[in-house]
Nanobody
């Protein structure tokens, strides 16, 4: 069984910073990508930052220059450093990984989500 466990959410004032962590555990053969999505109330889940194996990254336009994704391959952990937070960043943040638990196809796995609330 593969599990993604997030941590690091919370309440912060506008302009502040938070760091999210997501650790993947269980049977993991190969990780194709790890990243972060978010879902605000009444809105669809959207990608925030994705890191593909090899290190290339993609960011949503709304977070470029403020958020940074990084990964510790030895720990199968991905981080999201969020700076200059704005009230519109308020959402539940979900970790996602595309990985293969054994030699074979890749599947998409999700964490349980962590709440980030930015007060104005």
């Amino acid at each position: 069984q593969v599990q993604l466990v997030e941590s690091g959410g919370g309440l912060v004032q506008s302009g502040g910073s938070l760091r999210l962590s997501c650790a993947a555990s269980g049977s993991i053969f190969n990780i194709q990508s790890m990243g972060w999505y978010r879902q605000a109330p009444g809105k669809q889940r959207e990608p925030v930052a994705i890191m593909i194996s090899g290190g290339s990254t993609n960011y949503a336009d709304s977070v470029k220059g403020r958020f940074a994704i990084s990964r510790d391959n030895d720990k199968n952990t991905v981080y999201l450093q969020m700076n200059s937070l704005k009230p519109e960043d308020t959402a539940v943040y979900y970790c996602n990984s595309i990985l293969s638990p054994t030699y074979g196809p890749h599947f998409s796995y999700w964490g349980q989500g962590t709440q980030v609330t930015v007060s104005s």
